[in-house]
């Protein structure tokens, strides 16, 4: 319908005021009243409208920089760079490490890898640690939180991509990740080697280690 008026749709918004209503703020004010806040960035580095490989971008900056777009400066001293245990994208643009075959649909498989919104199947490939390193040093990350390395528990082979452009073998683990695993060291030791060489190449600590999609399914690493 095209013939839509103003007062159409304010008549239509009407009822929800009060719905909304007690969950207003001034963002702003509160973000500088120095409270601990949480910053959530959605999508990636890679389809940053400033960051990513044009026309293959989203609309927005997902990068702590669009957080000073819309608060001004303001100091952050904790930055958390969450990343996969693997790559994705969903859609077109360039994707290096990308398996088209049967342990990149194994992957996707056991990662329940969908579009949220579209469904769309995601592309999987390999960690790719040289964009990971790009995206640490643009954000100036402080620590990492890795997440889906249950779903790597299996996989019948195991590479990286190392932060010179290096395809690197590494060990792969038969033992399934689950709840019970509640420290790192509890992890089967070539799920700790992955980590270890994960954060070697990426030269940041990994402190969350996230083995299963619920909430408590997580390892936090003091």
């Given at each position: 319908?095209?013939?839509?008026?103003?007062?159409?749709?304010?008549?239509?918004?009407?009822?929800?005021?009060?719905?909304?209503?007690?969950?207003?703020?001034?963002?702003?004010?509160?973000?500088?009243?120095?409270?601990?806040?949480?910053?959530?960035?959605?999508?990636?580095?890679?389809?940053?409208?400033?960051?990513?490989?044009?026309?293959?971008?989203?609309?927005?900056?997902?990068?702590?920089?669009?957080?000073?777009?819309?608060?001004?400066?303001?100091?952050?001293?904790?930055?958390?760079?969450?990343?996969?245990?693997?790559?994705?994208?969903?859609?077109?643009?360039?994707?290096?490490?990308?398996?088209?075959?049967?342990?990149?649909?194994?992957?996707?498989?056991?990662?329940?890898?969908?579009?949220?919104?579209?469904?769309?199947?995601?592309?999987?490939?390999?960690?790719?640690?040289?964009?990971?390193?790009?995206?640490?040093?643009?954000?100036?990350?402080?620590?990492?939180?890795?997440?889906?390395?249950?779903?790597?528990?299996?996989?019948?082979?195991?590479?990286?991509?190392?932060?010179?452009?290096?395809?690197?073998?590494?060990?792969?683990?038969?033992?399934?990740?689950?709840?019970s695993m509640d420290s790192r060291s509890s992890l089967p030791l070539d799920?700790?080697?992955?980590?270890?060489?994960?954060?070697?190449?990426?030269?940041?600590?990994?402190?969350?280690?996230?083995?299963?999609?619920?909430?408590?399914?997580?390892?936090?690493?003091?």
């Amino acid at each position: 319908d095209t013939n839509i008026s103003f007062e159409s749709v304010v008549e239509e918004l009407e009822p929800t005021i009060e719905i909304i209503k007690p969950i207003l703020a001034n963002s702003k004010k509160i973000v500088q009243s120095r409270k601990n806040v949480l910053f959530e960035g959605a999508q990636g580095y890679m389809i940053g409208i400033y960051t990513g490989k044009r026309p293959y971008v989203t609309c927005s900056d997902p990068n702590v920089t669009g957080i000073f777009d819309s608060f001004g400066f303001i100091e952050i001293n904790r930055r958390i760079g969450v990343i996969k245990a693997y790559s994705t994208r969903v859609g077109d643009g360039p994707f290096p490490t990308e398996l088209k075959n049967e342990i990149g649909d194994w992957i996707r498989k056991e990662g329940n890898e969908y579009g949220t919104t579209t469904g769309r199947p995601r592309r999987c490939g390999w960690l790719d640690c040289e964009s990971i390193k790009e995206a640490i040093e643009y954000n100036s990350i402080t620590e990492l939180a890795i997440t889906h390395l249950d779903t790597l528990s299996g996989i019948p082979e195991l590479c990286i991509k190392t932060i010179n452009g290096q395809i690197k073998k590494v060990n792969a683990w038969s033992e399934r990740i689950d709840q019970s695993m509640d420290s790192r060291s509890s992890l089967p030791l070539d799920a700790q080697e992955y980590l270890d060489e994960t954060e070697s190449q990426l030269m940041k600590p990994i402190k969350i280690i996230s083995i299963g999609p619920r909430r408590n399914e997580k390892i936090l690493v003091r």
